[in-house]
Structure formats: structure tokens, C-alpha cells
């Protein structure tokens, strides 16, 4: 294991916008900052939905060809079952005290976590600053992350 007194600083991508694709995301931030270390999530592609208004209350795990539910791909696509399976998991992270993504990204952000979205995949899903939550701090370019980046470790999960 990494000794944590030498990483001052990371910077994480999210690109998924699904549960299992947002929440490593989130808790890897939480976790850097619980250990004083600096942290910045750039939301990019789908990751967007996690910060998008309209969407980051209503995130979902893949159902479909995801080799970590256990199920066959033709019941994850049946009618249903990706509510199902999203109120179990909502279920199972409740009781382990693991918030919903809205009141994750306030915690995260309200610790001084830089939160930004990539200015490609706003411009690709024709979206702007009103479209994404309060606590998203710019939109910038891929060049500006690794200008926030830099001096520190780049995590993708």
C-alpha cells in the first residue's frame, strides 16, 4: 500500500453513468479528502449524468451485460428488472450508511473537492452550465484537467 503522507493531490474520471460506474468515483474522492489528500472528479461522456440536473436522481446500474450481477444478459434486459435491482442496491447501500449520489456529490464538494465537467461532452450532449448541479465548479477543457492535474496522480476507474 502507497504511503498516504507522499500523495498530496488526485484528480479522478468518471466516465460511467451508471451506479457501479459512479460510486467507485465518489468514494475514491470522499476517501482522498477523509485523508487530507486534494481532490478533483472530472465528469466526462456519461459520467455526466452523476451531475446533470435532470438525471443524477435517477441513476441506475447496468443491467445488461454486467458480469458483476450474476445475471444473464436476457433478464437484465427484461421490463423491470433494472428498477429492481436499483431499489435493492439503493436498499443495501442505506443501510451501509452510503449516501445517494445528489447528497455524495454536496458531501464531496462541500470538503473542497473540485468538481468539473469536460467541456467536450457538454458541448456532444449539447448541455450548459444551467444543465449541471450547483456544485459543478467549470466546465473546462481536457488541456485544463491536466492543468488541475498536474503534480498529481490520474485515476480512472
Not at 493531490?9 to 460511467?16: A, D, G, Q
Request: glycine residues 10%; contains cysteine; hydrophobic residues 45%.
Amino acid at each position: 500500500m502507497a504511503d498516504t503522507a507522499t500523495i498530496e493531490k488526485v484528480s479522478i474520471i468518471l466516465s460511467k453513468g451508471s451506479l457501479e460506474g459512479i460510486y467507485p468515483a465518489l468514494i475514491m474522492a470522499n476517501g482522498a479528502r477523509a485523508e487530507g489528500i486534494e481532490a478533483d472528479l472530472f465528469f466526462t461522456v456519461f459520467g455526466l449524468d452523476a451531475i446533470t440536473k435532470k438525471r443524477w436522481e435517477h441513476i441506475k446500474p447496468a443491467t445488461v451485460g454486467n458480469p458483476g450481477l450474476h445475471l444473464p444478459t436476457l433478464l437484465g434486459g427484461m421490463p423491470g428488472v433494472p428498477d429492481l435491482v436499483t431499489r435493492y442496491m439503493e436498499r443495501k447501500m442505506d443501510k451501509l450508511d452510503i449516501p445517494p449520489i445528489p447528497e455524495f456529490i454536496e458531501m464531496i464538494a462541500d470538503t473542497g473537492a473540485g468538481i468539473y465537467a469536460c467541456k467536450a461532452s457538454v458541448d456532444l450532449f449539447e448541455l450548459d452550465k444551467d444543465d449541471l448541479v450547483e456544485q459543478v465548479q467549470g466546465i473546462i477543457t481536457v488541456g485544463e484537467f491536466y492543468e488541475h492535474a498536474a503534480s498529481g496522480q490520474i485515476i480512472y476507474p
